[in-house]
């Protein structure tokens, strides 16, 4: 447990000390195209790098055969933090949907804000399905995928949140198609936790679902059969895994 918190302190005074100097870098690059979103970029692949070799929080990926060659919707489980910074090193150059409350908090939420992250208003959820589209089309334009976590909010190892029909209707409205991925991270890197742990996360990527291929109500229920059926394989791995049994339902937040 000693090392534990070691490791964990170097991580997190290694984290203080990079964050400030990239951040004033992103102000001072802000009027260059593209700039600001590839310096949040390396921000995260570095975290990605401390997590690995400091805390030893590794990971495997199954699936990497099934990411598409053009822009798509990630559809991701959300279990911790760790799936933010993740899929931006398993997956060509994205932004992320989330709760406009984040880019309140100082040096993450303002990266997040600068680097182009879609800020909705999850208390509405017809404005937030209205800012998904409107800011969304703008980044398809300009090439990056969108990265969306269809239960809303962080759920706890072995439970579900209810799916909501935002990553659907945004699929078929930008006419782009869905890759589902389920993962442990919460098993090792558990809500609100100073403590990460050590282990190997699992991330299961699946097929492609196609946006024409049903009603938003369909997509959804395709987007759910394909990471919930995947979850059991990789449930209660990880040290921080609280016993509950998959497929338990609890509720997300909106969108």
């Not at 070691?6 to 290694?14: D, E, K, S, T, V």
């Not at 182009?116 to 999850?122: A, E, K, P, S």
């Not at 969306?148 to 962080?154: D, N, V, W």
């Not at 299961?204 to 987007?223: F, M, R, V, Y």
Request: hydrophobic share 40%; with cysteine.
């Amino acid at each position: 447990m000693f090392s534990l918190w070691i490791r964990n302190l170097a991580y997190w005074l290694l984290m203080a000390i990079i964050t400030p100097p990239l951040f004033l870098l992103m102000l001072l690059t802000a009027p260059i195209p593209g700039a600001l979103h590839t310096l949040a970029t390396r921000w995260a692949l570095m975290l990605m790098w401390l997590l690995e070799n400091i805390v030893g929080l590794k990971y495997r990926v199954e699936g990497a055969e099934n990411i598409p060659e053009g822009p798509a919707i990630i559809c991701c489980k959300h279990q911790s933090g760790w799936e933010t910074l993740a899929t931006q090193k398993i997956f060509p150059p994205q932004v992320f949907v989330a709760k406009r409350e984040l880019f309140r908090i100082p040096f993450f939420g303002w990266g997040l804000k600068l680097a182009g992250t879609i800020g909705i208003d999850r208390r509405n959820p017809g404005k937030a399905s209205a800012q998904i589209i409107e800011q969304g089309s703008k980044r398809k334009a300009q090439g990056y995928w969108i990265t969306i976590f269809p239960e809303g909010t962080r759920m706890p190892p072995g439970s579900k949140g209810r799916y909501k029909s935002g990553a659907a209707r945004t699929a078929q409205l930008l006419e782009m198609d869905i890759v589902p991925v389920a993962l442990n991270s919460g098993e090792f890197w558990p809500k609100n936790s100073f403590l990460k742990h050590p282990g190997e996360i699992s991330v299961i990527i699946c097929p492609p679902i196609k946006h024409d291929s049903g009603s938003i109500t369909e997509l959804t229920a395709a987007i759910e059969e394909a990471i919930e059926s995947q979850m059991p394989r990789i449930t209660g791995r990880g040290p921080c895994y609280g016993g509950a049994k998959p497929g338990i339902e609890q509720q997300g937040g909106a969108v």
